[in-house]
């Protein structure tokens, strides 16, 4: 086991930046090398760890000069969707586990790419899904091992977030978003509710996601911001989004769940990853915050829902994952609520223990495949298309892995 | 105009009898005649009309001794749903104009068949679907109306009420349900939710369904259920039940919007008919009760969904509809919170005035359709159907009626 890991970190935008200052926060962890391809960011973020008592790191716009570094343990890729996976499997060839963020795939291949490079290497990738330690992902998920709800049913999750400012500046901040959303029409972001979902269904783990099929709404969101903004007019007043406001997915699990996912990010609203699980002894719900449970007092008060608004907070004490008994400040004030702490502290104890990570590249290709067949079945009208199985046969047998309290 | 009406009643069960209750309270409404296929049923609510005062109908058990009795200026058809429709057109062939209440069709011809009759003999049949008059259904079809939520892009709703009990006793209460949990498997109640929104978004006025698409889980509330009631077992120990416990159906709309509808009965969970219209400017979301608007105010607590909370209440001043303003507690109290008084009343002023109904043969055919379709689709794995236009072409140059205050 290692004392301390050093990283480098690749990708230094809005979420690359915000997670070295988590980084930062941790004794363990020596950030040894930053990238981006523009230098400017790298110039920032240097001068910010050096400004907080950090030694300077090498900073650099070409990943492989980190990848090549003498000393690197593991790196953490941030960058544009289109750059994670590459970026992983070249980290993986040269042996250095990778730590990718979250975003849709492009293809089904570099999914497959992404699996084989760890079966042919034994080196890992593990996904940056920090909404595998959310708070009430975590405790329902504990319910749901424990029974509380019954057999599961249904599964259902949202990316529900306003972005229409994030993609429309898109061009200034130099964000990869703009040209998504101009390019593409798809599920693209769908891992931050699956995750939680599919460890909770076990997928990967003696079940597997077997076809999903994708509808859409129209396009009228981004169009109508840009009319509402006149300094947007230059760039994007004829600009046509192809992607649209709201794309619904289902999917199939080989056991017989239902699985719904969201994304709806192009009209006003508040956040909320709408949450739910749904058995035959009760449900959670995140809209509301809602438990329900087969029992007399809550079914007398089944006409009126305001009766279980907030409920989920009383389940906390008995059912929050240990790791969420045992909060900071410093964890909570890390991004998202405490989520992102989790995850960073996920992805270095696997380093230091020299163990395979929670959120593995079967995991990976599985979540991000959504977003290429979602684009398919809605070129399709809808069709119903098929998941591959990435561990081509391998998840009948495989068991969660449960080496550290990490471990999901 | 009439003064008062001479009705007749067909069909006594839980619905039909406690209809009869509230238009016993109307003043206007003269109840001549009551039945049901069930003696016991039409004794019992003969009964209960002499004792509060009323003169005692005509009982029988033959619905047409209703339609040829002298008199009677219209009927009310809370039957079983297999024998809405051709109760319905029975009605309308012998010159009476008839209320029918809610559920979905079994074919598509059944459909075609309620328009051609209203069509060769210029008698109505009137929908009763009450969640048409619904208090925040109403409120928020004015906000869109008055523009606040922008261009309506998507709207969802369900018909999520924990049926269990209901449908595992149907054969002691003679309830249709079971027959249908155990033969069918589709969206077999679509229009509490699909009404509302049918009416906000114009269908059968300048818009129409296009097309839709239906997916379920599998089966397993109700099974689970008979598990844990010993006294079902006898009957129902064996049953399988093809009724999925969720089924989601997505329509797409000529004029572009997506609708979501969801039926979840099989399942332990408090009532929602989860209300919610997204538009380019705002939203209403029945979950938490909560109105979104794309302003400062509202986007600077866009992560803390709790703030919104209840917010519809705050708007009801301001947008409920005017029936809504000046409620009694006779209304309120006459069942389902207010609404079924408004759609009695509905009904009852379309026949002393003699003029069309709110809810007419076209919007009943488009909304039971909904039925049948989910039924094919889901039986080709999710595939997109095409839903017929009931109106002929006619719904291009269709305005809502402005009659009275009860059309919608």
Redesign the interface.
């Known amino acids: 086991m290692k004392n301390s890991v050093n990283i480098g970190i690749i990708g230094l935008g809005g979420r690359g930046a915000s997670m070295v200052e988590v980084m930062a926060k941790m004794e363990d962890v020596n950030i040894l090398a930053v990238c981006d391809k523009y230098q400017d960011r790298v110039d920032n973020v240097i001068k910010k760890l050096v400004g907080g008592g950090r030694p300077a790191p090498m900073g650099t716009v070409d990943y492989n000069e980190v990848l090549d570094m003498p000393g690197i343990d593991s790196v953490y890729i941030a960058t544009d969707w289109e750059c994670h996976v590459k970026i992983a499997i070249d980290s993986m060839k040269k042996g250095i586990p990778a730590a990718m963020e979250v975003g849709g795939a492009y293809t089904i291949d570099e999914c497959w790419e992404l699996v084989h490079t760890y079966e042919e290497t034994g080196v890992w990738t593990m996904m940056m899904e920090n909404c595998c330690y959310g708070e009430r992902e975590m405790m329902v998920h504990n319910m749901v091992r424990e029974g509380v709800f019954?057999?599961i049913?249904?599964c259902s999750g949202q990316y529900a977030h306003?972005l229409r400012d994030e993609v429309a500046y898109g061009e200034k901040n130099r964000h990869y978003r703009l040209r998504n959303y101009i390019a593409r029409n798809c599920e693209n972001y769908p891992t931050h509710e699956l995750g939680p979902i599919a460890k909770i269904l076990g997928i990967n783990y003696g079940n597997r996601f077997v076809s999903m099929?994708s509808?859409?709404?129209?396009a009228?969101?981004m169009e109508?911001f840009v009319k509402q903004h006149k300094d947007l007019k230059p760039s994007l007043g004829n600009t046509k989004f192809n992607q649209t406001?709201?794309v619904?997915t289902?999917i199939?699990t080989e056991n017989?769940?239902?699985i719904?996912l969201t994304l709806d990010t192009c009209?006003?609203?508040?956040?909320?990853r709408g949450f739910t699980v749904?058995?035959?002894?009760?449900?959670y719900?995140e809209?509301?915050?809602?438990v329900?449970?087969?029992k007399k007092l809550?079914?007398k008060?089944?006409?009126?829902?305001?009766k279980?608004?907030?409920r989920g907070k009383k389940f906390a004490r008995k059912y929050n994952h240990p790791l969420w008994h045992d909060t900071t400040k410093e964890m909570l004030e890390a991004g998202h609520g405490g989520m992102d702490w989790f995850i960073i502290r996920a992805w270095i104890v696997s380093v230091k223990n020299g163990t395979l990570p929670p959120i593995d590249v079967y995991d990976a290709a599985a979540w991000m495949c959504i977003t290429p067949l979602s684009e398919l079945s809605i070129q399709n009208?809808?069709?119903?298309v098929e998941i591959p199985d990435f561990t081509n046969g391998k998840y009948k047998n495989r068991t969660p892995r449960n080496d550290n309290i990490y471990d999901i």
Do not use: H, M
């Open positions: 019954g057999d049913v249904f306003d099929s509808v859409c709404s129209r009228a969101g109508d406001d709201i619904k289902f199939k017989g769940e239902l719904e009209l006003p609203r508040f956040y909320s749904r058995g035959t002894k009760g449900l719900q809209d509301g915050d809602i329900f449970l087969d809550y079914r008060n089944e006409w009126d829902q305001k279980f608004w907030g009208g809808g069709a119903t």
